[in-house]
């Protein structure tokens, strides 16, 4: 793996010169672990395990603090780690100074704006957004291998989780058991929190498990994700407890498993996101409901559960081979509940396949 982050970098290194950035300053805690491996995750969203600094001539920097000097040195040369107490900002904006690069790259989407005042001072400083992800956005085969595992895992849950789903039994108790499986089967933790919506609130596509009791005959949508060996699965199925679904429940089951078959079957490399997502609304349309459709139909997925692309009509993004992206069209009706139904989607050179 330390050769595939040198190689990562030197792939940066040339999207850099392009822009003609002689340094780039890495905040992004994802882009961070993919250019290093060194803590995927910061402890908490106002403190920072630490930086990288990315330069033209391959003698890049790893910036931490005192509590992560050792496990940096795992991962780095020790001659390159720099160790900031006390102001952070402050510290390694007078170490860059020191290394002479004049034009430096920053991320602006993820520094905060407090911080940068100070790290920019007596810098010029030039926004280096999409560099990293534009690297990202394209899977190699180890990448391609870890989501396939943890979407593996995400089916055997699929396949186990209507044991659970009893009535009587609320939102939060399957939501742990859901939880537990994951860790139970080797996930390292949750993708992100675990959906589990029944009835009316399965009408709220980002639904957050409470006591709402499952009930004889009602659907349920769950929405769950894993990390294993540091990758995301992203996967929504809608089930019905109970031996009679409802007419609306199945026309509606219906629509949304004919927009997703339609608009992974259009999908190809060189066609752009949009029209996937356009091909699903299509369906919907054509069925008097698009306005039921209220999110995008899918985004990309790796070291975050939401990455590039996103899926959706605004995006000027281009379906490439390596890229992953989720399918998942839904219809919602606040009176009784909803339906979604996610697949994720491997682009290959002659087209796509459900992974």
């Known amino acids: 793996m330390i050769q595939i982050y040198k190689a990562r970098r030197d792939k940066l290194r040339a999207l850099m010169d392009e822009k003609g950035i002689e340094a780039l300053f890495i905040s992004h805690e994802a882009n961070r672990f993919y250019l290093s491996g060194f803590e995927l995750h910061d402890g908490q969203k106002n403190e920072y395990a630490g930086y990288l600094l990315i330069t033209k001539d391959g003698k890049d920097w790893l910036f931490t603090d ?10 780095w040369d020790d001659s390159h780690i720099y160790i900031y107490k006390g102001n952070a900002s402050a510290s390694i904006n007078e170490h860059i100074k020191q290394l002479g690069y004049s034009t430096i790259g920053f991320e602006a989407n993820t520094i905060p704006y407090a911080f940068l005042k100070v790290l920019a001072g007596g810098l010029q400083c030039v926004e280096g957004d999409g560099l990293v992800e534009k690297l990202r956005i394209i899977k190699d085969e180890h990448e391609i291998a870890c989501l396939k595992e943890a979407c593996a895992l995400n089916h055997k849950l699929m396949q186990w ?15 742990w058991d859901i939880e537990k499986f994951f860790r139970e089967h080797g996930a390292s933790e949750l993708a992100f929190a675990s959906i589990v919506a029944v009835g009316p609130n399965a009408a709220l596509p980002h639904a957050i498990p ?23 699965s992203d996967q929504t199925r809608t089930f019905w407890v109970g031996s009679h679904p409802s ?12 927009a997703q078959d339609t608009a992974i079957a259009s999908m190809e490399p060189g066609m752009p996101v949009k029209e996937a997502h356009a091909i699903a609304s299509k369906v ?5 409901v698009e306005e039921a459709f209220t999110h995008s139909l899918g985004h990309g997925i790796g070291l975050e559960t939401h990455e590039a692309p996103s899926v959706n009509m605004r995006s000027d993004a281009i379906l490439q081979p390596g890229m992953v992206v989720t399918a998942e ?5 606040p009176e009784w509940g909803g339906v979604r139904w996610e697949h994720m989607v491997l682009v290959t050179e002659n087209g796509v396949i459900r992974m």
């Open 284 to 288: 919907f349309a054509d069925a008097g």
């Open 329 to 333: 069209p839904g219809l919602y009706y």
């Open 161 to 175: 989780v209507p044991s659970v789903c009893r009535p009587g039994r609320t939102e939060k108790a399957v939501a």
């Open 247 to 258: 007419d609306e429940f199945q026309r509606t089951m219906e629509l949304v498993r004919t």
């Open 210 to 232: 409470d006591d709402t009791v499952i009930t004889d005959e009602c659907p349920i949508l769950i929405d769950v994700g894993c990390r294993l060996n540091d990758y995301c």
């Open 66 to 75: 005192p509590r992560y000097q050792d496990a940096a040195k795992r991962l």
